[in-house]
């Protein structure tokens, strides 16, 4: 059973970096699988989440959303069945609950992944 969990999510001030966590557990073949990092905000749906950044199941090739470029960097440890969302000058429209995906091809929809985590609160105070 493939279980995903996010950790490093809490409450930080606006300008501050966080660096958030996601392992995979139970899945042998962590390096053939893309992932995504999302977020979501109350009174979204799931299908509604916003796709932050992705990454390939090599590391070689990432996506950003605009908001985020220059400031977030997704980057993967396959050794370590671990993908990791570095964030840094935060902003309060960056409070949401923060979701790992694991996807066997990628995507920016979340209907592309099939394993998610219970997500982390990231919370931005200005």
């Known amino acids: 059973q493939v279980q995903v969990e996010e950790s490093g999510g809490g409450l930080v001030q606006s300008g501050d970096s966080v660096m958030l966590s996601c392992v995979v557990s139970?899945?042998?073949?962590?390096?053939?699988?893309?992932m995504g990092w999302f977020r979501q905000v109350p009174g979204k749906e799931r299908e509604e989440r916003e796709c932050v950044a992705t990454i390939n199941y090599s590391g070689d090739t990432t996506y950003y959303t605009d908001s985020v470029k220059g400031r977030f960097t997704i980057s993967r440890n396959n050794a370590k069945n671990t993908v990791y969302l570095q964030m840094n000058n935060q902003k309060p429209e960056g409070t949401a609950v923060y979701y790992c995906?694991?996807?066997?091809?990628?995507?920016?929809?979340?209907?592309?992944?099939?394993?998610w985590g219970r997500g982390t609160q990231v919370t931005v105070t200005s």
């Open positions: 139970g899945r042998r073949t962590f390096d053939k699988y893309a």
């Open positions: 995906g694991v996807s066997r091809f990628g995507g920016t929809k979340t209907d592309v992944y099939g394993e």
